[in-house]
């Protein structure tokens, strides 16, 4: 059984940072496509970054420079470092697994199999 738990989420001030982090648990973490989406409320979900197993990653033009995507395989965790926050930021953000290599429309969010139950950011 695969389970992603989101952690880190909060609020803070424009220009502020936050780090999440996602749990991961059940299957062969490193051969997975890994990603984080977000969804702010009336807006549809958008992928904001992934990592290959390869460790090669992806940004969202808009958080290009501000985030970070990195993993801990020793760890089966995946993280979202966030810096310079702005209210846009503001969202659910969920950790996202895809049960093989990154497909190529990773931030389409039916790539992936697996969801985390979301954790909130807010910026204000």
């Known amino acids: 059984h695969v389970q992603l738990v989101e952690s880190g989420g909060g609020s803070v001030q424009a220009g502020g940072s936050l780090r999440l982090s996602c749990a991961a648990s059940?299957?062969?973490?490193?051969?997975?496509?890994m990603g984080w989406f977000r969804q702010a409320p009336g807006k549809e979900r958008e992928g904001v970054a992934t990592i290959a197993n390869s460790g090669s990653t992806v940004y969202a033009d808009s958080v290009k420079g501000r985030f970070t995507i990195s993993k801990d395989n020793a760890k089966n965790t995946l993280y979202l470092q966030m810096n310079n926050l702005k209210p846009e930021d503001t969202a659910m953000y969920y950790c996202?697994?895809?049960?093989?290599?990154?497909?190529?429309?990773?931030?389409?969010?039916?790539?992936?199999?697996?969801w985390g139950q979301g954790t909130q950011v807010t910026v204000s």
């Open positions: 059940g299957y062969t973490y490193t051969t997975y496509c």
């Open positions: 996202a697994a895809r049960a093989r290599g990154c497909s190529l429309f990773v931030f389409r969010p039916r790539e992936y199999d697996f």
